[in-house]
């Protein structure tokens, strides 16, 4: 019987329970997207050439855990007040009070595990779609991933069946011990924003060190190693923390004293924020490093990813070379409608390869001079014979003729001396397109076609050193990519989800607001300000952290991290715009009739 | 002489349910007018329809037909931002159960009505001050709700009401919620308001003593007025007596 007082007490929350359902499958979908690259050992032994990478994923699930930690505390607490007045109820109505502890005991789990499975396979479905888009739509190619890895899926269950049993017991105490009046009356009583400037101040100064420290050590992983990694994690957590506890609340309270205060709705948006704000502050730490674990993800991924046509590009002038390519493969080249072309005869002993210095004098042979190696900048330089001669670039001819481990070195004869030479003739075919990465496939089949392999130890040239990029910076741009997105996404649901969860309490206030005589706009400029205010934020702190963080990939990456930035910055800012509109629509239908 | 009634009452009905399921018909016919400077009370017992009529009167409810004014304007059809500003305007309501923002501050409570209408900043102060001293809560305006009792939470929306010197409060059992001390302060408090700034109030309330500081009672019984007393030169304790008489042969 009390079962099924239960469960029509669900079926009147449906949309609550919608809200908390939506928040926990997000939740522990990502985890598991986390965890299937973080336990993989295979894929990152594969992928990275650094060492670290492991390590650095283990890191990250220390975080990713404290983060869920927190989300699952607030889930559970919402459920708990969602549940509270109706389990009073039926104390009132004579329940026995283990019974009603069984109840709630049950349904925190049964809550937590259907969220958790259904989020470990909404994650599955979520990798495989999200890895297919980014490895079509950037030319990735990886080793070992696995969208389904199952180490991956018990790790996350056991981690949030572990917690909700925790929450569940919590629960089953809360309930049991409080008398059913209280329940009944289970109001949440807004206080006064305590404003103890002593602590707050100490919390301000400590706050500060405690992030300054953080970046010094994430500039410095050179001299700290992984321990850098580990400081900087602790520090600018807590900073983090200690910053959005003292100093916004004095922010709001300050705002106050402005005249602007007290137009319109903005002195109530101010109140709304002040009370919030301390109520939120460790839900917008955790927003904030999310922020800055996304976008700092998305932001590294896409620099990866534009280094990788610029090494190539610096490596030779020429796509590919071909002896004596046959007329099948000359029509794939000519179809690749390339930028130039050239044909150059030679005779070919161990040690020397002879070219006719004329032809180079007809068709200039290019090569590419390396300005700066840590900017990738060149010159390309065109050659005729004499000059080609003296090049110190000119290996990266013998490149296209035997490939990147050419030991030989070439040498530019008159006609007639060449012609005097025994060794058979044999025909040099070198082009360029305009881009590598577009042609890549053509490439590919012509490479497969004439050298019988795509092995680009066994070639030279652009799509050879392309091939080897991309192999090596592959794994780290998709991770990047597929972390950020990730992140993204939960940052999103652990904010919308906050917000949401105090739109129920709202309602009366702004139904109050309408009956002392309120213009809709009015209102709905008060809902937009406010929540722009919970998004902006730990937008800001999360866009410094990201400015600061940046630095630790000086060390792994060949340009500066920093080269571009403004379009993942730019990226990021439209998506998170995104979900603030998609927040405020919410949030406006369930708080205004 | 007459003068132009601040409120006038035609022909209300209302009714619930939509046509063809079960329908219920709250109000039969109201008909009533209340004179400027007026303090006069709705009494009746629960379900009688005298929420639903205040709701109707204040604006927060339609009626399926019939017409009400106040300050010659007809109410009944305004929507949207001219219904925002009439309400924040012409008239203030007490609720049984305060409706303050906890949120905010006694001052920030009262001057809400005047930061809707975008009065300059350098006005409100004054006016809040002003309407506070008159009321007698001065000393409470930096605190929050939570701080307050009964009796001081409702002098704070009492002077909320009133900021805007609207042409008619309305009050929804004010003293439903108070102690018998709070009560009585209360309703002196609104026979001072009424003598000293000359609004109208109309008290919905089915307790005879809150009903007895009224100078015109209407007694409601199932959504139709019945009697009608009128205080006239008698004491308040006289005319409570004849409340109550009334009140006992009313229900038989």
Redesign the interface.
Known sequence: MLTKLAMTGFKHRWRDYLVLFSGLIMSSAIFYMFEALATNQDFLKQNTSISMVGLIFQFGSVLLTIITLVYIGYANSFLLSMRKRDYGLFMLVGARKSKIGQLIWLETLLVGITATIVGILVGTALTVGVSQILINSLGLTLHHFAAWYTPAAIATLLLYVGLFLIAGLFNLLSLTKTPALKLLHSND??N?PQLKPARQLIEIVVGVISIAIGYWSMANLKILQLMGIGIALVTIVLGTYLLFNAIFVWLMVALKRF?FA???????TL??L??RIRNYTKMLSIVAMLFALALGAITVGMGFHSQIPSMANINNAYDMGLVNASTAEKAQIAAMKPKTTATYHFKATKKVVYFQAAEFNRQPFTTIHTRNKNQLTFNTVHNNAAKLQKSEDNYQLMQLQSGVMATATPVFLSKTAYAKLAQPEQRLTVFTTNNVIEHRVALNKLAKHHFHTTSPEQFGGRYAMYLMVNGMYSGLEFMGMFLGIAFLAMLASCLMFKILSGADADQH?YK???????????LNGAINKEIAVLFILPGIVGIVHVLFGLQMFKIIMVTSPYTGIWLPFLIFAGLYLLYYLITITIYRRIVLQ | MTTTPIMTVSDLHKTYGKAGSKQYEALKGINFNVQPGEFIGIMGASGSGKTTLLNML?T?DQPTSGEVTIHQQPITHLK??QL??????EIG?IFQDF?L????TAY?NI???L????TP?KK?KPAVEKVAHQLGIEEFLSN?P??LSGGQKQRVAAA?ALINDPAILFGDEPTGALDSKSARELLDLFTKINQERAVSILLVTHDPFSASFCQRILFIKDGRIGQELKRGDLSRSDFYQQVLDNLGTFEQ
Do not use: C, H, W
Request: charged fraction near 25%; hydrophobic fraction near 35%.
């Open positions: 009583q807004p006064r005249s007290q137009r319109g709705l903005n002195g109530f109140s709304q002040s009370f206030r109050m607001l309408d009956k002392v005589g309120t213009t809709r706009r009015q | 204040a927060l949207g931002n925002a500003d009439f309400r924040a305007k309501f409706n923002l906890e949120t905010m920030e001057a809400l009505p930061s809707l209408q975008n900043v409100i929050y939570n701080e909320r």
